[in-house]
């Protein structure tokens, strides 16, 4: 039977390209994104519901809308998320706001609604972690304090949710090719936003060969943890990252 997915930041390169390979594998996607311009884009053959997730009565009514429009609900994928960066001594309040209620507050508030009607399907929840959810980085701390709160969100709920058959698991990537990545060399790369990107892959063990990851690469193992095949993986956070978390 085809599952119903939630997709939240549906509207982003990465949960666009997981509602992507959903559809293509037979299962209905609920894009939900609080911009309705990127929703607009996908189309009117996508299924689109507009959601601030940081608003907490919006992730209650985002899920309920889903499983008003559909009767039930199996996979829950939270790609919904922002990027800051900066030295900690200039960052703002409005910063640290802005990126642990996206991130953190959403994800924790998406999972929360959506729970109960997992438990009926005993259904799955995926959620987007970060190579900066699982060891720090310079000059990220906001978004490492949301990203590593994601990370032990999920092997919270993992473990609370086992015994009800629902798994929740993350994927932790490092730097996808989305439109949050331009925007961080847009923002960030002062007047030489290539120079940023290159920099960026310097870091990476590959050196000389290092790519950036496509957003389908991530969509396949999100797609693969919402599948019967992943029933023993539960409550991990799994690094897709060309090794750059592998050690130092
Ligand atoms: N791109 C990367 O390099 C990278 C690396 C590691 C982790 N991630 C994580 O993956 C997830 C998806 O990122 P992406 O690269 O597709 O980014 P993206 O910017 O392309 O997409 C993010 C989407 O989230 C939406 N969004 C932002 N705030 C929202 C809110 N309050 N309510 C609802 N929707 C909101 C945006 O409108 C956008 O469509 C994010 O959580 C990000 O932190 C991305």
Redesign the pocket.
């Known amino acids: 039977m085809a599952r119903i997915a939630l997709i ?2 549906g ?5 666009r390209a997981t509602g992507e390979r959903f559809t293509a594998a037979g299962d209905t996607v609920v894009y ?4 309705a311009e ?1 929703l607009a884009e996908l189309g009117s053959a996508s299924d689109t519901l507009v ?4 608003v907490v009565a919006e992730c209650e009514r985002m899920v309920a809308d889903t499983v008003e429009r559909h009767g039930r609900l199996d996979v829950l994928v939270n ?5 800051v960066e900066g030295p900690t001594a200039q960052m703002t309040e409005e910063e640290w706001d802005r990126t642990i209620d ?2 953190l507050k ?1 994800t924790f508030f998406a999972c929360r609604f959506a729970i109960p009607h997992l438990e009926r399907t005993e259904g799955c929840i995926v959620n ?1 972690s ?2 900066a959810g699982l060891v720090g980085t310079a000059e990220t701390a906001i978004y490492n304090a949301s990203k590593g709160g994601v990370s032990l969100l999920t092997r919270s709920l993992g473990l609370e949710l086992a015994p009800k058959g629902v798994r929740v698991n993350a994927v932790c ?4 090719e ?4 331009a ?1 961080q060399a847009r923002d960030y790369g002062g007047d030489d936003p290539e120079g940023y990107l290159a920099a960026l892959l310097a870091d990476y063990p590959q050196k000389g060969r290092a790519r950036f990851i496509r957003p389908d690469e991530i969509a396949a193992l999100i797609v693969y943890l919402a599948s019967p095949e992943a029933a023993p993986i539960t409550g991990a956070c799994i690094p897709i990252d060309f090794g750059s978390t592998a050690g130092y």
């Open positions: 939240t930041g509207a982003g390169g990465i949960g939900a994104d609080r911009s990127g959601a601030d997730v940081t790609c919904a998320g922002v990027w996206v991130n959403g987007l970060s190579d990537p490092n730097d996808v989305t439109p949050m990545l925007g």
